[in-house]
């Protein structure tokens, strides 16, 4: 099998990837700061016990957020790929993916408003509308 050519769906696909990894460097870096200022002890950390304030619980939920969906967009862009897919379509579909991906994550993060919520929602019924958009394309190539 010849190597895939690198498109910008699976640019986005490494994007999508690099800004999780991002999320839970943040979350590390939390948790580093509570432990250098002796606020916690590297052990008391235990999954769902309160420690951290909202904004560092939406930083989680958004870093899960993200988890979540990868694989969802990762078997789109791999299908479109190993498809031999190529087209301004889906290099417009995949980039709205990640930009929708960051603007959720962003609204996420910065708030727990309604307004904010609101907004988040909007991004993430941009990403699914995106996907579809994926899956019809590759549908209609065969």
């Known amino acids: ?3 895939i050519a690198m498109t ?3 640019w986005c696909l490494l994007g999508f990837v690099a800004w999780t990894l991002l ?3 943040a979350i590390g870096g939390a948790r580093g700061m509570q ?3 002796g606020k916690m ?3 008391q950390f235990p999954s769902g016990s309160p420690h951290g304030g909202d904004a560092y619980w939406r930083l989680n939920r958004a870093h899960m957020n993200c988890l979540e969906n990868l694989p969802i967009f990762a078997s789109v862009v791999l299908t479109a790929s190993v498809l031999g897919l190529q087209s301004s379509t889906l290099d417009m579909l995949a980039t ?3 930009l929708a991906r960051i603007g959720q994550t962003t609204a996420h993060v910065s708030s727990g408003s309604n307004m904010a919520v609101n907004v988040r929602f909007t ?3 941009t990403q699914i509308v995106c996907i579809v958009g994926f899956m019809i394309v590759i549908a209609g190539s065969r």
């Open 23 to 25: 999320l839970v460097t």
């Open 123 to 125: 991004f993430f019924l």
């Open 8 to 10: 910008t769906p699976l």
């Open 35 to 37: 432990v250098l200022s």
């Open 41 to 43: 002890q590297a052990n």
């Open 96 to 98: 709205i993916v990640l």
């Open 1 to 3: 099998m010849p190597p």
